[in-house]
């Protein structure tokens, strides 16, 4: 039972949440949400501050489990990790303007990182490149597209994920592999003085 009133909690937030902004929700609202009483809110969570922590734990769980076979292509994958944003417009844009940003952001970076990383990894399949070098340019385009990521929440999501997906891989498709090269010393610049 205990489980089916949390994930009951928790849609009732998610519900809240696309309807109105993070910082007007109270305990009560999602409690007569869904049927329950305070007391049973605060027995499955801490404070909303809990709830929030939890659901995004739970979104980056989902994707830990769709990493473990690999996507065809990065842009799959951040498809993949845009899933639940695009399912909840409102509630993402909510959370970005609210004092949960710092935890939007920090699972947005989980979850893109990890789609990036194993591009970069698989793209590097049989050289013999550092993992230090690797990881230095994955978190190079991970921030990249957090950047773009945030900019796109930040002007409400009104531009089609898929255009700016497209954008993105004109960029990303071609310059990962002269990254890769200059991080294994194949094609660095001339230094020139």
């Given at each position: ?9 928790m849609n009732s937030f998610m519900k809240l949440l696309n309807e109105m902004p993070f910082d007007k929700i109270t305990v009560k609202d999602i409690a007569d949400d869904c049927g329950i009483n305070r007391n049973t809110f605060y027995y499955n969570f801490q404070d909303i501050y809990a709830l929030v922590d939890e659901i ?138």
């Open positions: 039972m205990s489980k089916f009133t949390k994930q009951a909690i995004l734990q739970n979104e980056i769980n989902r994707l830990a489990e769709m990493h473990k076979n690999p996507y065809p292509s990065w842009s799959d994958g951040l498809l993949s990790v845009a899933e639940f944003a695009l399912k909840n417009k409102k509630a993402i844009y909510h959370l970005h303007n609210s004092v949960k940003r710092h935890q939007l952001d920090k699972y947005l970076e989980k979850a893109i990182y990890g789609v990036v990383s194993e591009f970069v990894f698989r793209k590097a399949e049989n050289r013999n490149i550092a993992q230090d070098s690797l990881e230095f340019v994955a978190a190079f385009y991970c921030y990249a597209l957090l950047g773009l990521v945030s900019k796109w929440i930040d002007t409400g999501m009104q531009e089609d994920f898929g255009e700016v997906l497209r954008k993105t891989g004109i960029l990303f498709d071609v310059n990962i592999d002269n990254a890769i090269d200059a991080v294994d010393g194949k094609k660095m610049p001339d230094k020139t003085t």
